[in-house]
């Protein structure tokens, strides 16, 4: 009986032995779980900082190239008016050339 008893007693102790290792087992798995959803959040997060930073320099250079282009219009505008100006000026200037001309051809 004694022996009967030592050896369930051996039994019990090799089963609490087993869960003991098993819940370990279990422990480990779900620390290494967690850190393994951490390290996807971060890389989550990662991506869609990147990919923010990638739309907003793509906004940065889109509104650049707006920028250029509006002065390129401005300028071609500046010039124009130039060219406008000048060419009134010697249409003046030839109107009164034409004037003195007649003026002197009278004489």
Do not use: N, P
Not at 14 to 35: C, D, F, M, Y
């Amino acid at each position: 009986q004694a022996a009967e008893a030592s050896a369930a007693a051996a039994v019990a102790a090799a089963r609490q032995e087993a869960l003991v290792s098993q819940e370990g087992r279990l422990v480990t798995a779900v620390k290494a779980s967690k850190a393994e959803a951490a390290a996807e959040r971060a890389r989550m997060a990662e991506a869609a900082r990147a990919e923010a930073a990638a739309e907003q320099e793509v906004a940065v250079k889109e509104a650049l190239a707006a920028a250029e282009v509006e002065a390129a219009m401005e300028i071609a505008r500046v010039e124009e008016a130039v060219r406008t100006e000048r060419l009134a000026a010697q249409e003046v200037a030839l109107e009164e050339a034409v004037a003195a001309t007649k003026a002197e051809a009278a004489l």
